[in-house]
């Protein structure tokens, strides 16, 4: 091969490889950023005041899957009301596919919760109220989607789907913020009372991080879910057409 | 520093370049997918 040939496919794959960095700019961002978010969480941070030993850090990512559960059923929840409003397919995919997510994230955090439990109390699981609570979230939204399964005509699904996923919101705010207040838990609130933080400016920068970082990971999972579900559509829709011609 | 730490972050790193690995190759597989279906159309 001649140097001029080979420049040329050199030159070739790097435009390739300049072009694809430029489409993913932002998911590759997003991966750089949650490396750094860990990295931060056990090097940078330093352990919060009143846990003992290293245990705090799980902080940095159980409230921040917390947070991105709470942020997907809401979303659910306005795109069934966009839904009802509309009937527009796009807002029911958007629904059901950030439902998924809330649903992955709150089995995340309650993972991490008990692991977080296990050192602190002693054991996985206490039936805390807070724990207690978000048990009672996750079989809220596990019959949502066994509503969503069981319904075979596609627009009584969506119909009830949406109303279903408006009462079950309705839920989140007691279940998370309430509940848990009113009555003795052995749950931590003190290290995140936003009055008084006792923590650490490094363990608040990691914090904020995560917050970021997780918040990225949830819209770009999101996209991909409702990109996939809408692929899902299509096929069904086209079956469909198929079969009555 | 702290041995277990270190082997924490680095089993939390392994998970994390698994699950964007994941997503990254899903992401092109859905939009070669989408970009197909618009051919037909």
């Known amino acids: 091969m001649s140097t001029t040939k080979i420049q040329l496919t050199f030159s070739a794959k790097s435009a390739i490889l300049l072009l694809m960095l430029k489409k993913n700019v932002l998911k590759i961002a997003l991966i750089i950023w949650m490396i750094v978010v ?31 559960a709470t942020l997907a059923f809401l979303v659910s929840m306005i795109a069934s009301i966009i839904y009802l409003r509309n ?7 958007t629904a059901a596919a950030s439902a998924e997510l809330g649903f992955l994230f709150c089995i995340l955090a309650t993972v991490t919760g008990s692991l977080f439990a296990k050192v602190t109390w002693g054991s996985y ?27 075979p005509d596609q627009d009584r699904k969506r119909v009830f789907a949406a109303a279903y996923s408006i009462m079950a919101f309705a839920t989140v705010p ?9 009555t003795v838990s052995l749950h931590p609130e003190d290290t995140m009372n936003p009055v008084d933080p006792q923590m650490d400016i490094r363990f ?41 011609d | ?21 994941y997503l990254f190759s899903l992401d092109r597989k859905i939009s070669r997918i989408e970009r197909e279906n618009k051919k037909r159309k």
Do not use: C
């Open chain 1, 174 to 182: 007691f279940l998370i913020f309430i509940l848990p207040r009113i």
């Open chain 1, 125 to 151: 699981w206490n039936w805390d109220p807070r724990e207690t609570s978000i048990v009672i979230l996750l079989m809220i939204y596990g019959a949502y989607f066994a509503l969503r399964s069981a319904v």
């Open chain 1, 87 to 93: 009937r527009s397919v796009h807002a029911d995919l």
């Open chain 1, 204 to 244: 608040m920068l990691t914090f904020i991080g995560a917050f970021i970082a997780y918040t990225g990971l949830y819209i770009w999972m999101i996209r991909l879910k409702f990109r996939a579900l809408r692929i899902e559509e299509n096929l069904t829709e086209g079956i469909e057409e198929w079969i009555r």
């Open chain 1, 38 to 68: 860990i990295v931060a969480s056990f090097m940078y941070a330093k352990a919060a005041a009143g846990f003992p030993g290293e245990t705090s850090r799980i902080m940095l990512f159980h409230v921040p899957q917390a947070w991105v």
């Open chain 2, 1 to 21: 520093m702290d041995q277990g730490l270190v082997q924490i972050m680095i089993v939390n790193l392994v998970i994390w370049v698994g699950i964007a690995f």
